[in-house]
T-cell receptor, first 112, second 113 residues
Framework: AQSVTQLGSHVSVSEGALVLLRCNYS??????LFWYVQYPNQGLQLLLK??????LVKGINGFEAEFKKSETSFHLTKPSAHMSDAAEYFC??????????FGTGTSLTVIP | DVKVTQSSRYLVKRTGEKVFLECVQD?????MFWYRQDPGLGLRLIYF???????EKGDIPEGYSVSREKKERFSLILESASTNQTSMYLC????????????FGSGTRLTVV
């Protein structure tokens, strides 16, 4: 069965510091992977997605994620945090069986 | 710009009322979904639909029903609202192949008093 695990329900970083949000998936078949961002009282917005074309995926707002099959990971990074990055981030996975799974989310706080 | 539109951003309803949450998408997507989101619980799937007039129960369907009479519209119905249904409700749609990802609406924050 496919599942998605996000390590750390809350992450705090200083403004200008590296952002690293962790996501691991469980599957014997590499899935399609996504990161979504949710600002307060809004819906989820797609940040980026991996669909087996390239292992390093660049998304909006300076975020990127790297697919590592050996580690079954798809961690989200941004070199320098901005105050506007404060939000909830969700990792998600879809497999060829047309199932879609969300992680439980990571709340990012940016400290000025 | 493609969109999923939820009819209300904020709703306040009384216990026992029948509540309709509406969702419309303009992407000709086959699949539509209703989730509720509560602090610490992430996204929980209530119902989804993969075609007109088709529906499938998700993880937490109790107390809810849905209607999909047209491809672009998916309604969530709370037959008799209760305070434990106070939540953020998110509608999403996707192509039949879900690996293209989901598109979400802006959400409806429902308070039942």
């Amino acid at each position: 069965a496919q599942s998605v695990t996000q390590l750390g329900s809350h992450v705090s970083v200083s403004e200008g510091a590296l952002v690293l949000l962790r996501c691991n998936y469980s599957s014997s078949v590499p899935p399609y992977l996504f990161w979504y961002v949710q600002y307060p009282n809004q819906g989820l917005q797609l940040l980026l997605k991996y669909t087996s074309a390239a292992t390093l995926v660049k998304g909006i707002n300076g975020f990127e994620a790297e697919f590592k099959k050996s580690e079954t990971s798809f961690h989200l990074t941004k070199p320098s945090a901005h105050m506007s990055d404060a939000a909830e981030y969700f990792c998600a996975a879809a497999n060829t069986g047309n199932q879609f799974y969300f992680g439980t989310g990571t709340s990012l706080t940016v400290i000025p | 710009d493609v969109k999923v539109t939820q009819s209300s951003r904020y709703l306040v309803k009384r216990t026992g009322e029948k509540v309709f949450l509406e969702c419309v998408q303009d992407m000709d997507h086959e699949n539509m979904f209703w989730y509720r989101q509560d602090p610490g619980l992430g996204l929980r799937l209530i119902y989804f639909s993969y075609d007109v007039k088709m529906k499938e129960k998700g993880d937490i369907p109790e107390g809810y029903s849905v209607s999909r009479e047209k491809k672009e519209r998916f309604s969530l119905i709370l037959e008799s609202a209760s305070t434990n249904q106070t939540s953020m409700y998110l509608c999403a749609s996707s192509r039949r192949e879900r690996n293209y990802g989901y598109t979400f609406g802006s959400g409806t924050r429902l308070t039942v008093v």
